[in-house]
């Protein structure tokens, strides 16, 4: 906290900041933004109706206010949203970032990174769909409540830098999305690099990298169970 706020009374209760936890540790990361990269896996580009070819990546934003993790007994739950009757699932990879900066050089930007984590990136397709026809914003579809749930971070110094792996989740025990990291059309040190030149980054900025293909829609009761090889799963509940 800035010194110049240690002895501010704020009008308002001060919000409590948003933590992942640090696999294997008691330690916690604060959250400082959370960055999308869109239609990072050709084949999910494909699925939605877009041209594969690597163009330069795009990038939404959700609240680090959205993020929600497992409770007490290791399960996530992920409560369905309201106006909408089409919700999808998208298995992503995290990077959180330990410092940042700007126009961050390629060769550099692997030395940003504190660890990784697994995800989902729950999208009211329905609403999305809607915005995108109007030509405006995704947010309704995309930074909901509860629409990003975590994993914990694993360190660097744990796993390294993971650029190749599985990706699956299944539903109720069926494998609806599979893929590999290797997959990714913009990589991990591109997406920092690129995105650096757009924004500022800094230390607790996550990004989420991008999903493969077999997104789809989930009700009231399912399970879901998401993997990224060399990082770790997850199981969630939706309801």
């Not at 007994?73 to 998208?90: K, L, Q, R, T």
């Not at 591109?190 to 990298?209: K, P």
């Amino acid at each position: 906290m800035p010194e110049s706020l240690r002895f501010m009374s704020f009008v308002i209760p001060d919000p409590i900041p948003t933590t992942l936890p640090v696999s294997g540790t008691g330690d916690t990361f604060p959250v400082r933004r959370v960055y999308c990269v869109g239609r990072n896996y050709a084949a999910h580009a494909i699925e939605m109706g877009h041209d594969p070819d690597r163009e330069d990546p795009f990038f939404f934003l959700k609240c680090p206010e959205n993020i929600v993790t497992a409770d007490a007994s290791g399960e996530i739950a992920f409560p369905y949203p309201p106006a909408s009757n089409d919700v999808h699932h998208e298995i992503e990879m995290i990077v959180a970032l330990k410092s940042g900066g700007r126009d961050i050089a390629l060769d550099d930007a692997l030395t940003h990174v504190y660890g990784y984590g697994a995800g989902l990136d729950m999208t009211r397709r329905d609403l999305q769909g809607q915005m995108k026809k109007a030509g405006r914003p995704w947010e309704i579809g995309k930074a909901f409540d509860h629409s990003a749930p975590m994993t914990g971070l694993v360190p660097v110094s744990d796993i390294g830098h993971p650029d190749a792996g599985a990706v699956w989740l299944k539903v109720n025990g069926e494998v609806r999305q599979q893929g590999d990291l290797n997959q990714m059309i913009w990589k991990v040190p591109e997406m920092i690099s690129y995105l650096s030149g757009l924004f500022e980054l800094a230390a607790g900025d996550l990004i989420m990298s991008g999903t493969p293909s077999g997104v789809g829609p989930v009700v009231r009761g399912d399970h879901m169970e998401g993997f990224v090889e060399g990082i770790g799963g997850f199981h969630c509940k939706v309801i």
